[in-house]
């Protein structure tokens, strides 16, 4: 009897310890906001400015324990209100959700016109050296040729923490957070990319901002036509129906190569950076920044090398 009691005693000390030992379970709460409730007029508005009708005001009307969620042409946004400036007429595309406790819970897509060209909002040197300036095109390759050899950076690609943009990058701003950078030189770490020539990237504002882009080294990819847009206060850019010129070896690796952070822009050179995703690379997120150069710096480069190269008595 007594060992039986002690057994018992035993048993219920386990069930006690065990169960304090154990994990609450956390469950998200439950999804109070269904995708129908998201309408334009009621969860947001979308309006022209009176001033200017090429601006264009994205206001959330829900209530601030809601985070509101931008998807639109210039890009992502988190705030509640959202000022869009638009050169270009067309019609574009907004995609308004907000983060419930559930969840994320979007609307449906919502459009709107902009009838005229404003030509001062692509008056920006990030614009002009972009594009060359309004009625110009302009043509950009990755810095790595076919020998391995690239004109200004030390490599095709560099790599950045997820807090840097073209404040620490090209400012040389301190910022807290993730921000780190590995600039690995090609010639020491070819397996970064095969060597070869990856094709042209076009940005055009002839008659709108459009871009082509054509994948040499990328089959899959093929030549892209699509159209962009430059956020010239926040430095990043929007590409649709189109994607940055980048190696086979990372295609896999990004959810939205048109998402992207300007991290540097001159007339001769660029970087954008694109964010890498941990589920699709299996590494932690970062920012792949590509390095480009423009046409016209790559040939005058590749000039100044065959004079030196006579100048040494080679042929």
């Known amino acids: 009897m007594k060992r039986s009691i002690y057994w ?7 069930c006690l310890f065990w169960a304090a030992c154990t994990p609450e379970k956390y469950e998200l709460g439950a999804i109070d906001v269904e995708a129908a409730d998201i309408k334009q007029g009621t969860s947001y508005t979308i309006e022209h400015d009176a001033a200017n009708p090429n601006i264009i005001h994205l206001t959330s009307l829900m209530e601030s324990r809601y985070t509101p969620l931008w ?17 270009f007429p067309g019609t574009y595309e907004v995609v ?7 969840g994320i819970v979007y609307g449906d897509t919502a459009r709107f016109e902009v009838e005229n060209f404003y030509a001062g909002f692509v008056d920006n040197a990030l614009w002009t050296f972009l594009s060359g300036g309004v009625d110009q095109e302009k043509i950009w390759y990755l810095d790595l040729d076919a020998q391995g050899s690239s004109a200004y950076f030390l490599g095709p690609m560099y790599f950045y923490g997820t807090a840097d943009s073209w404040a620490t990058v090209t400012e040389g701003e301190t910022v807290e957070g993730d921000s780190w950078n590995w600039k690995p ?7 970064l990319m095969a060597a070869g020539d990856y094709g042209t990237m076009t940005f ?13 080294m990328l089959a899959n990819r093929g030549v892209q036509r699509g159209t962009y847009m430059l956020d010239t206060e926040n430095y990043t850019m929007r590409m649709n129906g189109a994607m940055p010129l980048h190696n086979r070896e990372r295609d896999t690796h990004v959810v939205d190569w048109g998402d992207i952070r300007i991290m540097s822009l001159t007339e001769d050179y660029m970087q954008l950076g694109v964010l890498r995703d941990k589920a699709l690379s299996g590494e932690d997120p970062a920012y792949l920044v590509y390095n480009y150069v423009s046409k016209a710096y790559y040939e005058n480069a590749l000039q100044a090398q065959r004079n030196a190269s006579v100048r040494r008595g080679n042929p």
């Not at 018992?8 to 386990?14: D, E, G, K, M, Q």
């Not at 308004?96 to 559930?102: A, D, I, L, N």
């Not at 030189?185 to 397996?191: D, G, L, P, R």
Request: proline share 2%.
């Open 8 to 14: 018992c005693i035993v048993l219920c000390w386990s």
């Open 185 to 191: 030189e090609y010639k020491s770490n070819t397996w």
């Open 96 to 102: 308004f959700g907000v983060q419930t406790r559930g």
């Open 71 to 87: 998807q639109h042409p210039q890009g992502r946004s988190q705030e509640k209100k959202v000022t869009l400036n638009m050169a």
């Open 204 to 216: 055009s504002l002839k008659g709108g901002a459009n871009v082509v882009v054509d994948h040499k």
